[in-house]
């Protein structure tokens, strides 16, 4: 079995920082890619920021120079570092994780329970 923990979420004004983490856990064997996406109200998901097993990123548009990700892979966790926060980044964050288990043949995607960030005007 797998889980994905998420934590940092939380209410901020314009302008703050939030720091966002997600742990993966479980009969893990590797992690290839690891991300955030966003959903907001009303408003189809979309993918916010990515980073590969040895580190290249991928962001998208509106939030790079805001936002960013890390990733250690000791402890099979991710991060994202978000700055200069707008009302329009409020939004519920899911992470993500692309892993191989333990048992199995091929790499599968696993999501974390996602987690509420809401930044006021």
């Known amino acids: 079995q797998v889980q994905l923990v998420e934590s940092g979420g939380g209410l901020v004004q314009a302008g703050g920082s939030l720091r966002l983490s997600c742990a993966a856990s479980?009969?893990?064997?590797?992690?290839?890619?690891m991300g955030w996406y966003r959903q907001a109200p009303g408003k189809q998901r979309e993918l916010v920021a990515s980073i590969t097993s040895d580190g290249s990123t991928n962001y998208k548009d509106s939030v790079k120079g805001r936002f960013t990700t890390s990733r250690d892979n000791a402890k099979n966790t991710v991060y994202l570092q978000m700055n200069s926060l707008k009302p329009e980044d409020t939004a519920v964050y899911y992470c993500?994780?692309?892993?191989?288990?333990?048992?199995?043949?091929?790499?599968?995607?696993?999501w974390g329970q996602g987690t509420q960030v809401t930044v006021s005007s």
């Open positions: 993500y994780a692309d892993l191989l288990r333990v048992g199995q043949g091929g790499y599968f995607r696993y």
């Open positions: 479980g009969s893990i064997r590797s992690i290839n890619s």
